[in-house]
């Protein structure tokens, strides 16, 4: 009598490469398109001055943009996200999307003292950083006697990026959006999926590795290398998504308002 065959998913390293990886490369992959449509498209509306106007607000576009194509692209991955991140009793499975993660999100930013240490943690973190890499960068330029070692041309594009939208606008994109968007891809999903294969220690270094590549640039990688892993360990010790949200939220926000501020 002929037996079925059962193949294992997901045995090789390859495979599980692949499944931790895929919701990176899909999230990127439109963002990336969702940003280039939207770079075509704006200069394009049928409103009377709009070039000069896109020309005279290149940086804020830019950032809203980024934003916008963020929401985009990780809209993209809100199942695979409750999947991952959802703990049992928390997600009612027949309800719609937006309803689990409404649901979800309710449950999981009730934490107490915890929530508000993290909330600390990220304020603290973020300035120390901050500082930690502009000594670096100082350093190395003095050394090298060049412009670019760790104050690359590209980090100054982007800090110049940043820093160019309006308070409000400011707080909304980098405040909200971009840590709820970032947390979700790289804490709600990657994290968990690096956990279903491999021990804690390798889920926090790897998801903070691929989230400091994500910036693009050698200040941020470092800074959200360092910034990953304390997201990761937060979301662990705790067992509460919100906890890495409010921290990024809080390290956003803290940076922004200084540079703001010192502006």
Sequence with gaps: MDKKRIVQKRTTLLQKLA??????????????????????????????????????????????????????????????FLKEAAVSGEIDIDAGVLRQLFRFFGNTFRGGKALALCVILGVVSAFALNIAIGLASQFMTHVSQTQGTLGSERYEAVEQILYSVPL???????????????EIVFRGIIF?????????????????????????????????????MLLALCYERTGRFGAPV???????VSVFLAAFVTA
């Design 192 to 228: 968990n999926r690096i956990k279903r294969f491999y021990a804690v220690k390798t889920a926090v270094i790897f998801s903070a590795l691929l989230f400091g590549a994500f910036h693009g640039n050698l200040p941020q990688f470092i800074y959200g290398t360092c910034m990953g």
């Design 246 to 252: 409010l921290f990024h939220m809080a390290a956003n």
């Design 168 to 182: 409000l606008l400011g707080l909304v994109l980098y405040g909200i959006v971009s840590p709820l968007v970032e």
């Design 19 to 80: 499944y931790i990886v895929r919701p990176f490369v899909v999230y990127m992959l439109i963002k990336t398109v969702a940003m280039l449509t939207l770079a075509m498209v704006i200069p394009a509306l049928p409103v009377p001055g709009i070039e000069a106007w896109v020309e005279s607000n290149a940086n804020m576009l830019s950032a809203v943009v980024n934003a916008a194509a963020s929401v985009i692209g990780v809209s993209f991955l809100l199942n695979d």
